[in-house]
């Protein structure tokens, strides 16, 4: 799988646009970008995952650079409870074994 | 709305003692997974399962087993308990398919 690098932390004020970073340049062309984010004291919860296009959800939307190097996880409008930490994932989507690797992730902290 | 159910919140066991961690999931998922999560480490695999009966070490299984005896049930046990196994244990499923993974709430284990 491969590698990803995300900021350790990061500050946003309620209501504006939170932007996650990740890198991943040595993605291979048959691997997805999925996020999770883990909020204090509870399991990770999954947001969304993308291949090459832009993905939009009820959550986020998750922006992939054209040559898949790097992606962006934006929360439109950051509520308190969107402090959380923001796991970057890139793995073989499908039937492809059968193992997701939570590295550090991004700790995202939501300021009134 | 989908579910996946630890037995546990919080769990206090003695050294040595035989620890069961039990996890429910009612979405019909064939993937079932056991992860613990240390400070500084992440979240670590420790077993997981592909099907009933099946069981596949992940990267930390030494002092764990693990059972599945039916779809909607995988079993965490810990043979003889020690200090160095106190985590937050995590378990998730998810169909095949789909990396799309379902957490529980979590068991924080203490051994004593």
């Known amino acids: ?112 | 709305d989908v579910k996946v159910t630890q037995s546990s919140r919080y769990l206090v066991k003695r050294t040595g003692e035989k620890v069961f961690l039990e996890c429910v999931q009612d979405m019909d998922h064939e993937n079932m997974f056991w992860y613990r999560q240390d400070p500084g480490l992440g979240l670590r695999l420790i077993y997981f399962s592909y099907d009933v009966k099946m069981k596949e070490k992940g990267d930390i299984p030494e002092g764990y087993s693990v059972s599945r005896e039916k779809k909607e049930r995988f079993s965490l046990i810990l043979e003889s308990a020690s200090t160095n196994q106190t985590s937050m244990y995590l378990c998730a499923s998810r169909t095949t398919g789909v990396e799309k993974l379902f957490f529980g709430s979590g068991t924080q284990l203490s051994v004593l």
Request: aromatic content about 8%; some cysteine.
């Open chain 1, 1 to 112: 799988d491969a590698k990803t690098t995300q900021p350790p932390s990061m500050d946003c004020a309620e209501g504006r646009a939170a932007n996650l970073p990740c890198n991943h340049s040595t993605i291979s062309g048959n691997e997805y970008v999925y996020w999770y984010r883990q909020i204090h004291s509870q399991g990770p919860q999954y947001i969304i995952h993308g291949l090459k296009n832009n993905e939009t959800n009820e959550m986020a939307s998750l922006i992939i650079t054209e040559d898949r190097k790097s992606s962006t996880l934006i929360l439109p409008h950051a509520t308190l409870r969107d402090t959380a930490v923001y796991y970057c994932i890139v793995r073989v989507g499908g039937n492809a074994g059968n193992m997701l690797t939570f590295g550090g992730g991004t700790r995202l902290m939501v300021k009134p």
